[in-house]
């Protein structure tokens, strides 16, 4: 939240292009940490129902996940433009992405068969739209070809869409008794 207020009053309110890395983008970031523990919180009460083979695997999808976006965003990052910080920022988002959704896809197989199952679904779509777009967004600007209001921002929208979506469904599935 404290990230979208800060771009907020600077892109839009002030009209001032803010540079990456930039203010928002430590709130951002901070912002997995409480989301992992809200969903590692929520899982708590039943991992004796989560098999070790299941953890493996949303562990193993989310460390091949990792590795990808290393591949992928290697060249661009480390151009010889790049500062470090700049460099940290491109590749904490997508790893961050992969590290929650890895938490999430351990959620999905754990609640797939019941009532909830929804809600794991829409967060793993939602979670997998960000990661797109951070993966997109650190690129392009790696590129140096983002712009604000870039298509890529799309990803952002479907992926906060998704998990709203899975947030509705969750509240009709316990209150649906």
Do not use: Q
């Not at 990803?155 to 998704?162: E, I, K, R, V």
Request: aromatic share 14%.
């Amino acid at each position: 939240m404290l990230g979208e207020i800060t771009w907020g009053v600077y892109g839009l309110l002030l009209s001032v292009s803010e540079p990456y890395p930039f203010v928002a983008d430590v709130f951002w970031i901070a912002g997995y940490l409480p989301l992992v523990v809200a969903l590692l919180l929520y899982i708590a009460p039943f991992k004796g129902a989560l098999s070790l083979k299941s953890v493996l695997s949303a562990v193993a999808v989310a460390l091949l996940a990792d590795v990808a976006v290393f591949v992928v965003l290697i060249g661009p990052v480390f151009g010889p433009s790049a500062d470090p910080a700049t460099r940290l920022f491109d590749f904490a988002y997508p790893i961050l992405d992969m590290m929650l959704l890895g938490v999430s896809i351990a959620g999905m197989l754990l609640f797939l068969p019941g009532r909830i199952s929804r809600l794991w679904v829409w967060l793993n779509l939602g979670f997998i739209s960000i990661a797109i777009a951070d993966i997109l967004f650190s690129y392009s600007s790696a590129l140096g070809t983002y712009y604000e209001g870039h298509p890529l921002e799309l990803f952002y929208f479907l992926g906060d869409s998704a998990i709203l979506l899975g947030l509705y469904e969750h509240t009709r599935a316990l209150h649906a008794d």
